[in-house]
């Protein structure tokens, strides 16, 4: 089947492929495995507590299936490549969830950039919480930065 294809395309799908492959290796190492899916439980969690917070701000009313069918186009708009940070994409998401939810186009948009914040806002405390944990400073990454940028 893919012998039809021209050589450069097949030769990335074979290695898409073979990377999937090396990353199903998990599935032969149950506690790796478990820890894997139990992670992204807990983040797919954080990510629909974070929706519904943004839904609570702007008044939307919103029920637990809504809350999941916005969780799933929130992670596939973010898993298809696009502009950085994904923007658009998840405003784009909270509008197809929200359409018929009554609230207006402004609102939604609204909620779907005060999720944005919320979720970029929330990596950078943790990641400045880590950084300092491991001994870092902003003076010390601005030097780190400009040593190896001379």
Same mark, same amino acid.
């Given at each position: 089947?893919?012998?039809?294809?021209?050589?450069?395309v097949?030769?990335k799908?074979?290695?898409q492929?073979?990377?999937?492959?090396?990353?199903?290796?998990?599935?032969?190492?149950p506690k790796l495995?478990? @820890?894997v #899916? /139990?992670l992204? &439980?807990?983040?797919?969690?954080? %990510?629909?507590? *974070?929706?519904?917070?943004?839904?609570w701000?702007?008044?939307i009313?919103?029920?637990?299936?809504?809350? @999941?069918? #916005? /969780?799933?186009? &929130?992670?596939?708009?973010?898993s %298809?490549?696009? *502009?950085?940070?994904n923007?658009?994409t998840?405003?784009?998401?909270?509008?197809?969830?929200?359409?018929?939810?009554?609230a207006?186009?402004? &609102?939604?948009?609204?909620a779907?950039?005060f999720y944005?914040v919320l979720?970029?806002?929330s990596?950078?405390?943790?990641?400045?919480?880590?950084?300092?944990?491991?001994?870092y400073s902003?003076?010390?990454?601005?030097?780190?930065?400009?040593?190896?940028?001379?």
């Amino acid at each position: 089947m893919l012998s039809k294809l021209p050589d450069v395309v097949r030769e990335k799908v074979v290695t898409q492929l073979r990377h999937g492959a090396e990353g199903m290796a998990a599935v032969k190492q149950p506690k790796l495995l478990l @820890s894997v #899916l /139990l992670l992204s &439980v807990v983040h797919w969690g954080l %990510i629909g507590i *974070s929706i519904q917070c943004s839904l609570w701000a702007f008044d939307i009313q919103a029920d637990i299936v809504t809350v @999941s069918l #916005l /969780l799933g186009l &929130v992670i596939l708009s973010t898993s %298809i490549p696009t *502009s950085p940070g994904n923007v658009g994409t998840v405003q784009l998401a909270y509008t197809l969830g929200l359409q018929t939810n009554g609230a207006s186009a402004s &609102v939604i948009v609204a909620a779907s950039v005060f999720y944005h914040v919320l979720a970029y806002v929330s990596v950078l405390v943790v990641a400045v919480l880590f950084l300092s944990q491991f001994g870092y400073s902003w003076r010390r990454l601005k030097q780190d930065i400009s040593s190896k940028n001379p």
